[in-house]
């Protein structure tokens, strides 16, 4: 069933596309993601896309700076985190103030006495192969990850999904471009946010509403 996006949304989602058509080639393409992501999305100062492998452990994929790719390390170092569970569990992993009380205690103590983090986030990114993935925010400041912020990020975690899948098929960017369909990528945005907040598919499409309007101009000034 076709479903009916928020204006906002739909120039959300162009303005990304447009952003991303950038790219050389496929893997180009997550690297203008994890950078938009951290230029779009409040509190996201360190950005990673990462996928688990065998062992375990996690490859980070793309991140915009040292920190994003160290935090990939401690979560494969302390065996629990956002990235991992978002994967495992199938869902959206939030917790903004890392300080007081972690859903990770392992992580926790690694990232306060090795990092400068205090909020994170994790979505869980479903392609069309077999690769487990996430993409994964990280907030130098305590609180910034509210459900609002959350879902502004879902917006580019939907269009995430669709680029990793690509990279994964080893598309070209040509080819891309041809995959990156407005329906596609707002329908896994859709889904993120029921998972998060365990909503309707009204209601998730609601928020979206309110996080695109909010996401949308600085999408466009990308």
Do not use: K
């Amino acid at each position: 069933m076709s479903l009916s996006f928020p204006p906002d949304a739909s120039r959300a989602f162009r303005a990304v596309a447009e952003r991303v058509y950038r790219g050389d080639d496929s893997t180009a393409v997550l690297d203008e993601i994890v950078a938009l992501v951290a230029f779009t999305v409040p509190g996201a100062d360190h950005v990673s896309l990462a996928s688990l492998q065998s062992d375990e452990s996690l490859l980070t994929r793309a991140a915009n700076d040292d920190v994003a790719r160290l935090m990939d390390r401690l979560e494969t170092e302390a065996g629990e985190g956002p990235c991992l569970d978002s994967i495992e569990e199938d869902s959206v992993q939030r917790d903004p103030d890392i300080a007081t009380h972690s859903t990770w205690p392992r992580l926790a103590r690694l990232v306060l006495d090795r990092t400068p983090v205090r909020g994170m986030l994790g979505y869980q990114l479903l392609t069309e192969g077999r690769s487990r993935s996430a993409l994964n925010l990280f907030s130098d400041e305590v609180g910034v990850f509210t459900e609002g912020v959350a879902d502004q990020a879902a917006l580019l975690a939907g269009f995430a999904s669709v680029a990793l899948t690509a990279v994964e098929r080893r598309d070209t960017a040509d080819a891309l471009r041809d995959r990156l369909h407005e329906e596609r990528e707002l329908g896994r945005a859709v889904g993120l946010v029921m998972a998060a907040h365990r909503v309707s598919e009204h209601e998730a499409l609601r928020r979206l509403a309110a996080a695109s309007h909010q996401a949308s101009g600085r999408l466009e000034d990308a």
